[in-house]
């Protein structure tokens, strides 16, 4: 009786199509050139299944940037064959005050906006984080605008608010500050894209939270134990701790903000008869590289301009990566 | 499991089979919209225009009069606003796929011509698709570029200052054929004295009121390959409308640049702008007074420098159909039930078939005939200047500068220079 069940449990772990097609055992082994064929088929299979993807990559990202490159360094204006001009388009860029206007612009936008919104979203993410009444009620709110934030007609919603007469001009009155509205202002616009980019941290907030959840409660008992005050257990156990966090909304911002272009271009649109705000005020550097290219029909040009961003942006990106070593915790095994 | 591959397989090939025979019936589809033909011989030709949704419906009835007319031919359209459209022409140019006919202007003729987009008409007009007869003041001149025809007009219009007619009768200004630029001034002061408002809404940004002014001063803005005036010429220009807005004279910029795309004259911001006579017909639907048309002042009291000004049909070399295209064209100009249609929308017709089958009844485009009519009476137009290849960017760069310094961030000097800079790159000079 022993013996007759002792292969039966040998399958017991197994599921059901295993237990159907044995893997051991000579008798029906597949042979080698067999199983290559197999693998080949479901390679095959596989590679049928990704092509919508891949054609798609190929098609319209892979080729369209090699074919950037190689306009960069050619003198293209759409119609005409490109003309190969070397550095031609980089020297003109720097030569160009608008372009190095518009390199001022985005730089200023980068570096005030992006703390400015890095810090509301952990100053909001440290409230949510306790337990309050009605807190899934706030995290949605603050979330919102992260979600509806990047549309067009919310980029219209916001010219209309910051026009002259239209709330924020009658409110600033309130106060006795006349400055008229903010779009028409070639000093003033950028703050309206500064507020509209800080107004959408609900996405960096949400990731911060997730951060503060994770920060062990032992440790803030410990220290409460040991009579470290709010601001101290912040400083020593949650800044540390959510480093990591930090460092990842940092970066992802900051790329995010260099790559501005529908907010401007439609706040700033058309002011002034100008697709980059009156006097172009808020001339970001894509609004620059959209009008060289679709409106001056300079596509060489941009393109060039468009590579430079990309090289920008990985430098500042490796910057960031070299500062974390300085900076940022990774816990062992937590 | 054996059975389970087997299902999977024919699946694949079946979801394989599929796509394929999708991406074949795509092919024909293509294959189909770049020929246009089908088996009937009827025909599609592409027509693209800017404008806004008022005209969109003009023009569609427009078009349903042709197809009934010419029952083998439909018409798809396109259209954008002015500056949308332009990029959009641009990159469907460079691709190989521009529309087959097309509304066109002055500034772009010598463009497109140069990058090989433009057909010439003249082979249509002689196979007789297309009439060239019953043009009113030698307007069928007007898209001919090194005796190529490359436009038709469809409409003529001229730059007039448009005005808020209660505020100039209030400030007691009575503008008259004649009057000249001291005139002008005192009456900005006049209305803002009086009216409290400003007089204009920033003259100096507006390419075609300086391209008058030079020509009143036997200049022009461009030549045929370059610009008209010098640095010291733009200095001046420049320089007094500093002054005029240190003083008050003109409305203030950056509530200008607030209501755009709306006129500043409409927003009751100033009494009046230097613009295209039939920009009335937008302001009257946008603004709530009555808005009237007043001469161009003048250097020496007679010439304007004024010419008419147009929109045009063009056609796209590449287009497979064009005999089609002039049919096409021969109808929009010629058809005086078109000209009921469109009214004065695209400027005063520009055939006197069309310009005798509208007669405007409302205030408003009969003030534009009036004011067409006494440019003729008065004999004050001249021939127009040409417009080198690179104008429609010197237009755009002026415009901007303009503002730049309407709204204090350049001095005279920087805009001069700045404008200079971006011009020559952009003729090529």
């Known amino acids: 009786m022993g013996t007759t069940v002792t292969h039966a449990p040998a399958t017991e772990g197994l599921s059901k199509d295993e237990r159907s097609e044995p893997r051991h055992g000579p008798a029906d082994a597949p042979s080698p050139a067999a199983l290559l064929r197999r693998g080949r088929r479901e390679n095959l299979a596989g590679y049928l299944f990704m092509s919508p993807w891949i054609a798609g990559f190929l098609l319209l990202t892979a080729g369209p940037m090699i074919a950037s490159l190689y306009f960069a360094f050619t003198d293209y204006n759409l119609f005409d064959a490109p003309r190969w001009i070397g550095l031609g388009n980089f020297s003109e860029m720097f030569a160009d005050p608008r372009w190095r206007h518009s390199v001022r612009v985005t730089l200023w936008y980068v570096v005030v906006g992006t703390p400015l919104k890095l810090l509301l979203a952990l100053g909001v993410a440290l409230l949510l984080a306790q337990n309050r009444r009605g807190q899934a009620f706030y995290r949605a709110a603050f979330y919102a605008p992260s979600l509806i934030g990047a549309s067009v007609s919310v980029a219209i919603v916001w010219k209309a608010i910051f026009s002259d007469d239209a709330i924020v001009d009658r409110t600033q009155r309130i106060f006795g500050i006349d400055a008229g509205g903010w779009i028409g202002d070639p000093e003033l616009i950028i703050y309206s894209l500064v507020a509209l980019t ?73 002011a002034g008869g100008n697709a980059c705000g009156p006097a172009d005020g808020s001339m970001v550097y894509t609004c620059y590289l959209y009008v060289q290219g679709f409106e001056n029909s300079r596509m060489g040009l941009a393109s060039a301009m468009a590579w430079l961003l990309l090289v920008a942006v990985a430098l500042v990106t490796a910057v960031l990566f070299w500062s974390q070593k300085r900076w940022v915790h990774y816990e062992e095994g937590a | ?126 196979a007789g698709n297309l009439s060239l007869d019953g043009f009113r003041a030698g307007l069928e001149k007007f898209g001919e570029v090194d005796g190529k025809l490359l436009g038709v007009p469809v409409g003529s219009n001229s730059m007039a200052l448009v005005i808020d007619k209660p505020v100039y009768t209030k400030s007691g200004v009575k503008p008259e054929q004649g009057w000249t630029w001291d005139d002008f001034d005192a009456a900005m002061k006049k209305i803002r ?99 009237g048309l007043a001469p161009i002042p003048t250097t020496d009291g007679k010439r304007t420098g004024q010419y008419l000004g147009s929109l045009m049909l063009s056609a796209s070399k590449r287009t497979q159909h064009p005999k089609e295209v002039a049919q096409f064209i021969d109808f929009m100009v010629h058809e005086p039930e078109v000209a009921k249609i469109m009214g004065y929308d695209r400027g005063v017709p520009a055939t006197q078939a069309q310009y005798d089958a509208y007669q405007p009844t409302d205030p408003v485009n009969k003030a534009i005939a009036e004011y067409e009519e006494s440019l003729v009476a008065a004999g004050v137009l001249e021939p127009i200047t040409p417009h080198p290849n690179g104008a429609d960017i010197c237009e755009a760069a002026f415009l901007r500068i303009g503002d730049e310094l309407a709204l204090g961030t350049r001095t005279v000097d920087e805009a001069v220079k700045q404008f200079f800079t971006e011009s020559k790159t952009a003729l090529g000079t």
């Open chain 1, 198 to 270: 800080v107004w959408q941290f609900g996405a960096p907030m949400v990731i911060f939270l997730a951060g503060l959840k994770q920060v062990p409660r032992e440790l803030y008992e410990a220290a409460e134990v040991d009579g470290a005050g709010k601001w101290r257990r912040f400083w020593n156990i949650t800044l540390p701790m959510i480093s990591p966090v930090l460092f990842f909304n940092i970066l992802l911002e900051t790329i995010h903000s260099f790559q501005i272009f529908s907010s401007a271009y439609i706040v700033g649109g058309g």
């Open chain 2, 1 to 126: 499991m054996q059975q389970n591959r087997n299902v999977e397989r024919r699946t694949v090939l079946k979801a394989a089979g599929a796509s394929l025979a999708v991406a074949g019936l795509g092919a024909t589809a293509t294959a189909c919209g770049g020929d246009s033909g089908a088996g009937d011989g009827t025909v599609t030709i592409r027509y693209a225009w800017w404008g806004a949704e008022d005209r969109a419906q003009r023009i569609k009835k427009t078009i349903a009069l042709f197809e009934k007319k010419y029952p083998k031919i439909k018409v798809k359209t396109d259209f954008q606003v002015y500056p949308d459209f332009w990029k959009k022409f641009n990159t469907q140019a460079s691709g190989g796929n521009p529309p087959d006919v097309f509304q066109n202007a002055i500034g772009f003729l010598r463009k497109y011509d140069a990058k090989n987009v433009l057909l010439d008409l003249s082979p249509q007009v002689e």
């Open chain 2, 193 to 291: 004295e009086k009216a409290g408002r400003a007089g204009d809404s920033g003259m100096y940004g507006v390419m075609y009121l300086y391209d008058l002014y030079l020509r009143q001063n036997g200049k022009a803005f461009f030549t045929e390959d370059g610009l008209g005036f010098t640095e010291a010429d733009l200095k001046a220009w420049w320089a007094k409308a500093e002054k005029g807005l240190e003083e008050g004279l003109y409305a203030d910029p950056k509530k200008v640049a607030q209501i755009k795309p709306k006129s500043a004259v409409a927003a009751e911001l100033a009494a009046g702008e230097f613009t295209w006579d039939n920009f009335t017909v937008r302001y009257t639907s946008e603004g709530k007074s009555e808005y």
